[in-house]
């Protein structure tokens, strides 16, 4: 066999060095390839690209505006209320 890509080189040898493959196996290997120009990659990597989300414009304009509301009635300070004292309720035997 010979190698693809500088990287499946440089791969091959830190195994041998790991001694996890025979310097056999590597030599075989780079005398297969010879001296021919090999790319850095075989493929170059792909970008993946994400998916937007399409919201439409009135969605938002209604959100933000119930924000605003909300946040609005949060800020009020609060009436003090007094509420009634509750009779206990009596059981009839």
Sequence with gaps: MRFKSKAQR???A???VKGEISPETYEEWNRDTG????PERVTPATRRRT??????????KTRTKARTKTRA????PSKARSKP???P???SR
């Excluded at 001296?35 to 090999?38: E, P, Q, R, Y």
């Excluded at 998916?51 to 938002?60: D, G, I, N």
């Excluded at 009635?73 to 009020?76: I, P, S, V």
């Design 89 to 91: 309720k009596r059981r």
């Design 35 to 38: 001296g021919a120009k090999l």
């Design 51 to 60: 998916k937007r989300r399409k919201t439409s414009k009135t969605r938002t």
């Design 14 to 16: 830190e195994l041998l």
């Design 73 to 76: 009635k949060a800020r009020r």
């Design 85 to 87: 004292k509750r009779s």
């Design 10 to 12: 440089r791969k091959f």
